[in-house]
């Protein structure tokens, strides 16, 4: 089992352009999450999806925010047109829904400049 | 409506004592508790889980908790601290077979040798 895989996993941009983090979840789960986090804000739930459905995006920050799970397999987090404070770590997250304990990818460390 | 306090944000001891992160959580049906670890500049991985049934949860790398629903309390222990415990760690709360989870804010163990 490869776990939750993301990418790219460092990512430095300009202040403006579009940035899209990727993310891929263990086979066979049904629920997916993305956070942020940063050392003000610690960790912070932007949105998650079940069987492909936004359920919550009540945490994702403004409209230059955007998420989409087009199948089980694979999402994507965009940023449109990123700032520097949108600089920090995102974490995707896949549970069973049947379950409750998250599996977490590795991150992607988004810097812009 | 659901809520987890991590009693501290920052921990310190020294290696080979004991360790104690404190967490309580408020939840109006019977949760799920889990506690995750987050090595510097890694993702988030689960320690161990409470999901209604032994109260003392065993996790890995020696770490346990005690679920205690008169305290309204899920601390995580370890009797010997080591050098690679120093990392972040979160109190998560969950209400079973619904789709929101609730951070804590992190308490950050520092091992001294």
């Known amino acids: 089992d490869a776990g939750v895989i993301q990418s790219p996993r460092h990512e430095v941009t300009e202040m403006g352009q579009e940035v899209t983090l990727r993310c891929k979840p263990i086979?066979?789960?049904?629920?997916l999450f993305w956070y942020r986090q940063t050392m003000m804000r610690g960790l912070e739930l932007l949105i998650y999806f079940n069987n492909n459905v936004p359920i919550d995006d009540s945490g994702m920050p403004e409209d230059r925010f955007s998420a989409k799970m087009p199948n089980a397999s694979f999402s994507t987090l965009k940023i449109q047109p990123s700032e520097p404070r949108d600089s920090a770590v995102y974490f995707c997250?896949?549970?069973?829904?049947?379950?409750?304990?998250?599996?977490f990818g590795p991150g992607t460390r988004l810097t812009v400049l | 409506a659901q809520s987890v306090t991590q009693l501290d944000s920052h921990v310190s001891v020294s290696e080979g004592t004991p360790v104690l992160l404190r967490c309580n959580y408020s939840s109006s049906y019977s949760p799920s508790l889990f506690w995750y670890v987050q090595h510097p500049n890694k993702g988030l991985q689960l320690l161990l889980k409470y999901t209604s049934a032994a109260t003392l949860v065993k996790g890995i790398n020696g770490f346990e908790a005690e679920f205690k629903k008169s305290e309204t309390s899920f601390h995580l222990t370890k009797p010997s601290a080591h050098m690679s415990d120093a990392a972040e760690y979160f109190c998560?709360?969950?209400?079973?077979?619904?789709?929101?989870?609730?951070f804590g804010a992190g308490t950050r163990l520092f091992v001294k040798a």
């Open positions: 086979s066979g789960h049904n629920s």
């Open positions: 998560v709360v969950s209400v079973p077979g619904g789709f929101k989870t609730i």
């Open positions: 997250a896949s549970r069973l829904a049947e379950y409750n304990e998250q599996f």
